[in-house]
């Protein structure tokens, strides 16, 4: 199979932060930007998602990758540090974070839930609410 290329790369970081449409107001950190470059690679060849199934094993490998969801469990204290490095605006991250909380309270108790069930259910959600509150993305650093 044919590795990535740095085009597709860049489309599913973007995809994974459920990005919609760029804008200028990230601060994104090289070490953030760095670790979100490295789960995308580590979870390139993982299926997407599965309306049928209502799975997403690809987000769900992302965000344990990330360190978004640890032991089976969504972990939003990870998010909401990643939320301030990828933006500067205080505004912006208060949303992400608070994209992130309610996202995690609608998926709710994972006992019992694979990874996939859980990244499908959680990026679902997100998907949703960014658009709802006009969250901007963070734009990935030039390589």
């Known amino acids: 199979m044919m590795r990535p290329t740095a085009y597709y790369l860049f489309a599913s970081y973007a995809a994974l ?7 200028s107001v990230s601060a ?34 992302f965000m344990s990758a990330m360190g978004y969801m ?3 469990e969504i972990n939003v204290k990870n998010m909401e540090e990643a ?3 990828k933006w500067d605006d205080q505004e912006i991250i208060k949303k992400g974070i608070q994209v992130d909380t309610t996202c995690a309270k609608q ?11 859980i990244g499908y259910e959680f990026s679902t ?3 949703e609410l960014v658009k709802k509150v006009g969250l901007p993305p963070p734009t990935p650093l030039k390589e």
Do not use: M, W, Y
């Not at 998926?107 to 069930?117: A, M, Q, R």
């Open 83 to 85: 939320n301030k490095q």
């Open 70 to 72: 640890t032991n089976g």
């Open 28 to 61: 994104i950190t090289p070490e953030l930007d760095k670790r979100a470059k490295a789960a995308v690679a580590k979870c390139a060849d993982v299926p997407r998602t599965d309306e049928a199934k209502k799975e997403d094993c690809h987000a769900g490998c």
């Open 17 to 23: 932060l459920v990005c919609v449409h760029f804008a």
């Open 125 to 127: 959600c997100k998907k």
């Open 107 to 117: 998926v709710g108790d994972t006992k019992g839930k694979s990874e996939c069930t």
